[in-house]
């Protein structure tokens, strides 16, 4: 167990670690708290088989966990048992078992696998996958037996320097790798703090003004006019409106439930009342969609896997329905089952670019931008941050200070001294 003396040492390490970020420290200590539990930390230094990966597998097969909080654990224990109290990175892995394939075809298809069985999204699928085959290209004719973390740091370094894409990028690829080692390979990568990093530039936000807002919105007409006044009426992310469902629609209260969003939180945030008619209306039609499509044998949505499984036929329910479904039938691509989709992210890209031009608008206009205009119209109300906050589904108050930066306009409300001649 960690004894008193050790518990502040321990943090003020956490906190000096780059990238673990302050608010995750006392979720991380928690995990070498849980660790350490019927052990010193003299007893693990000293121990030839440190025993993290029977505990990282103990967690995964809990079914208590969200993926993150598993690789959270992972990622931590592998720094406090490395770092902290210096343990060989052999030893660590002497209690592992890589797992050897005879070539990437053959690892891309275990890790297809992997991620189905640990329930993540096709996004996710799709993009992990298509990183992993870069970087095998990458790798060229090199033997799976001959890749480690060293191709892995070049690869990366290859892609800040050469390919200079952004820092959230390269975190994806990074992200992408250590599934396929991790989880497929059976190995860690170890020590990556020798890659090229991407450089992190801050960015102010695209914010559009009220009478700007206005002027798109009047271009678009139909679902997509609604679609975009959800978007700036309740600081929906685009990914969240496409997915809304016909349940979690408030009308009485005028509440719209967001689930499943970023981080895979759930939260809820206001519903303009003047949508309420506009949005009934909408439904009507939609409903009477899903009842042809019922009597055609099709009419199934789909539904995240332990819902699924806890309820067997609610697939075509009325209430588990998309609330703008796609205007075509598709095959789903994992289970083959004929399905109403809903609409695609990049339909409404599409639409709201095309408004912004035709409105005379100098802005780069993506669907996000009503999000950040949202923000920013309510704080210029005079609304609390907190519940700006909570209405964003932020973590940290300190993603929506960003807000008042536009707010203030970074300095630039001073009247410069040229008008003063």
Avoid at 226 to 238: A, D, H, N, P
Wanted: hydrophobic share 35%; charged share 25%.
């Amino acid at each position: 167990m960690i004894l008193p003396h050790e518990k502040e040492s321990i943090i003020g390490s956490l906190k000096a670690q780059p990238g673990f970020f302050e608010k995750t420290i006392p979720y991380r200590f928690n995990w070498i708290e849980q660790f350490c539990r019927d052990r010193s930390t003299e007893a693990i230094r000293a121990s030839e088989y440190s025993g993290y990966q029977q505990f990282l597998a103990e967690l995964e097969q809990s079914n208590a966990l969200e993926h993150w909080q598993i690789e959270q654990a992972r990622e931590t224990l592998f720094w406090f048992l490395r770092k902290y109290l210096g343990l060989e990175e052999g030893k660590l892995h002497s209690e592992q078992y890589h797992q050897v394939y005879k070539d990437f075809n053959e690892a891309i298809s275990k890790t297809r696998e992997c991620i189905r069985v640990k329930h993540l999204s096709y996004r996710t699928e799709q993009a992990y996958l298509s990183w992993i085959q870069r970087f095998a290209r990458f790798c060229g004719d090199r033997p799976m037996s001959m890749v480690n973390s060293s191709q892995v740091r070049e690869f990366l370094s290859h892609l800040a320097l050469n390919e200079r894409i952004s820092a959230s990028t390269q975190n994806q690829a990074m992200s992408a790798l250590l599934f396929l080692f991790r989880h497929v390979l059976g190995q860690e990568l170890g020590d990556m703090t020798l890659t090229l990093r991407a450089k992190t530039r801050k960015k102010i936000p695209v914010v559009l003004t009220k009478r700007e807002v206005r002027m798109v919105i009047d271009e678009l007409d139909g679902t997509t006019q609604l679609m975009v006044q959800l978007l700036y009426g309740t600081g929906m992310r685009i990914s969240e409106c496409t997915r809304l469902r016909v349940k979690d629609v408030g009308f009485e209260e005028c509440i719209l439930t967001i689930r499943q969003g970023k981080g895979n939180k759930d939260r809820r945030t206001v519903f303009p009342k003047s949508l309420v008619e506009p949005l009934k209306f909408h439904l009507d039609r939609v409903k009477s969609l899903h009842e042809a499509d019922l009597k055609k044998g099709h009419g199934e949505v789909y539904l995240p896997e332990s819902i699924a499984k806890k309820y067997s036929n609610s697939g075509k329910n009325w209430i588990w329905q998309y609330v703008f479904p796609s205007g075509r039938l598709a095959v789903d691509p994992r289970s083959g089952i004929v399905r109403r989709h809903h609409v695609l992210d990049k339909t409404i890209q599409k639409w709201v670019k095309n408004a912004a031009i035709a409105s005379g608008i100098e802005k780069d206009v993506t669907p996000h931008v009503f999000r950040h205009s949202f923000a920013t119209h309510l704080l210029e109300a005079g609304r609390d941050i907190r519940t700006v906050q909570e209405l964003l589904g932020h973590a940290d108050v300190s993603t929506t200070m960003i807000y008042t930066h536009v707010l203030n306009k970074g300095g630039v409300s001073v009247t410069s001294p040229l008008d003063d001649l």
